[in-house]
């Protein structure tokens, strides 16, 4: 019985991805990518540097998409892009699904980075020992999308999170964006998943 029920309960949650690709959403999606910081071993509280600071101003264009609910990865860098922007949110809502991927249980060095993401994006259900593969990562951030998709309708939601997190779900909306797209994201970046679960680009630099 419990094995059935697991069964299904897979099921079910397989049957949802595939509606969320083949059907119109109930809101509205911005994910917005965190400013630049300072890299260390310290992933939580690291903090925005002088130059992501300087950035923050850029996002003041998103005040014209008419946000209604405002979500956050609890890591420093992501929700001090939100809280600092001259965004005019109202409540930051923190999920923890938003957290950046764990790329590895040992420290990977930022000269490393890039050859440990592309190695994953080409793997990606194979993770790092003590890591999340991307699949993993992927079903991380759909669950919460699908908490979003049953508890709002007709809203617009901005997301900030993480390079890895948002690549890896634009992945999954539209297939062309790769690991290639991934290394050409700015920080911050800025997309947009319309209700037709198309994407598109909407980063504005001044």
Known sequence: LERDLFLKSILNFLLYILFLKVNIMNNTYILLRHAHSSYTSDDYNRPLSNRGIHSLSNLYFLNDYNIDYYFSSPFKR??????????????????????????????VDDNDFKSVIKYLWENTSEPLPGGESNVTALNRVLDFLKDLEHKYSNQTILITSHGNIIGILLNYFDSTFNYKQWEEMTFPDCY??????SIKRIMIYW
Not at 91 to 104: M, P, Q
Not at 192 to 197: F, H, L, Q, R, T
């Open 78 to 107: 992501a929700f001090d892009t939100l809280y600092k922007s001259p965004i005019n949110f109202d409540k930051i809502h923190i999920d923890d699904r938003l957290k950046e991927r764990v790329l590895s249980s040992s420290y």
């Open 192 to 197: 947009i998943i319309n209700k037709d679960s």
